[in-house]
């Protein structure tokens, strides 16, 4: 036990503690148009557990999940989230008719 404790970084030991209690929030939020937050902040949770455990345990293959699926998974997660929450805000009736949810015209709307 003292030998695995010798290994981890304090620094880096937090930080899936904090990864972990900050996802807590995000996941209470959740709303179908912010999943893709959800993914990215999941997958950051990911990297961190795997840079803890690459130096106990299988040092290459998560070395390569904390950058392949943690870090650059959570990148083109958040790009997509971005891109996503951008369409609805310009185009907010194109998601309203996707879900069949649009709301009736106000009189004196122009359509």
Do not use: C
């Not at 880096?12 to 995000?26: R, T, Y």
């Not at 130096?55 to 990148?75: F, K, R, Y």
Request: glycine share 10%.
């Amino acid at each position: 036990m003292m030998g695995i404790l010798e290994v981890l970084d304090p620094p880096k030991a937090v930080l899936p503690l904090i990864a972990l209690i900050g996802l807590v929030p995000v996941v209470a939020r959740y709303r179908t148009e912010s999943r893709w937050f959800v993914v990215g902040y999941g997958l950051l949770a990911v990297a961190t557990l795997a840079t803890n455990l690459e130096n106990i345990v299988l040092g290459d293959v998560l070395n390569g999940t904390e950058h392949a699926l943690g870090l650059m998974g959570s990148g083109i997660a958040f790009l997509a989230a971005g891109y996503y929450r951008r369409q609805t805000i310009l185009d907010p009736q194109s998601d309203d008719a996707a879900t069949g949810d649009a709301a009736p015209a106000a009189e004196g709307d122009d359509q």
